[in-house]
């Protein structure tokens, strides 16, 4: 499975915007990048996903590189709610499975 | 907004003991997944579960772990002997389509489980 790198920890101000980055140098054609966060004593949740271009949706926008090698997952404007771990997965086109890293620990501070 | 749950919360088991563990999917979800996080550590995949067939399973899912979906609307997972190292939070996840088309998963809140 191709891996990515997440920075250990990010902080960030309410209302602020947030860009946490993942690095995935090895991704080959048909990884699809997936964003999940876990926030504390809950399950993951699902954030957005993308192949090559550029995606928006109600929770977050994923900004993905030209060459693919990196994509950044931008929340607009930090809320307390969105400190969690949030997770960078690649996930190979014909696999049923998830294959979750270590993430990045986000913090909010009022 | 409807949700994944899973019961119960929290289950202590003695070492060896059987074990079952329970969820609810989205009611028109078709695929099922369990993931477990031992205290500290990566959230690992177990099991995929679609047309009562098991789709893809993980190196840690052998002998000792079942999955079954009984009666439509519940998903279990069953340890047979339980051991120390299966202390960890249990999650189902359903999902309304394949992950191979990038459906999100949802997954429930865990149970718990702690093995003396």
């Known amino acids: 499975d191709a891996k990515t790198t997440q920075p250990n920890s990010m902080e960030s101000n309410e209302e602020e915007p947030v860009h946490l980055p993942c690095n995935h140098s090895?991704?080959?054609?048909?990884?699809?990048i997936h964003w999940y966060r876990q926030l504390p004593s809950q399950g993951p949740e699902y954030v957005i996903h993308g192949l090559t271009s550029n995606v928006n949706n109600r929770m977050a926008s994923l900004a993905i590189a030209e060459d693919r090698k990196s994509s950044t997952l931008i929340l607009h404007r930090a809320t307390l709610r969105d400190a969690a771990v949030y997770y960078c997965?690649?996930?190979?086109?014909?696999?049923?499975?998830?294959?979750f890293g270590t993430g990045t620990r986000l913090q909010v501070f009022p | 907004e409807p949700e994944v749950t899973q019961t119960p919360s929290h289950q202590v088991t003695q070492m060896g003991q059987e074990v079952i563990l329970r969820c609810v999917p989205i009611?028109?979800?078709?695929?099922f997944y369990w993931y477990r996080q031992i205290l500290g550590q990566k959230v690992e995949f177990l099991v995929s579960f679609y047309n009562n067939e098991i789709s893809e399973k993980s190196e840690i899912f052998d002998d000792q772990f079942s999955v079954e979906r009984p009666d439509g609307s519940n998903f279990t997972l069953k340890i047979r002997s339980t051991k120390l190292e299966d202390s960890a939070m249990y999650f189902c996840?359903?999902?309304?389509?394949?992950?191979?088309?990038?459906?999100?998963?949802?997954f429930g809140n865990g149970t718990r489980l702690t093995v003396t």
């Open positions: 996840a359903s999902s309304e389509a394949s992950l191979r088309v990038n459906s999100p998963l949802h």
């Open positions: 997965i690649l996930r190979d086109y014909n696999t049923d499975k998830l294959i």
């Open positions: 009611s028109n979800h078709l695929y």
């Open positions: 090895t991704i080959s054609g048909t990884d699809y």
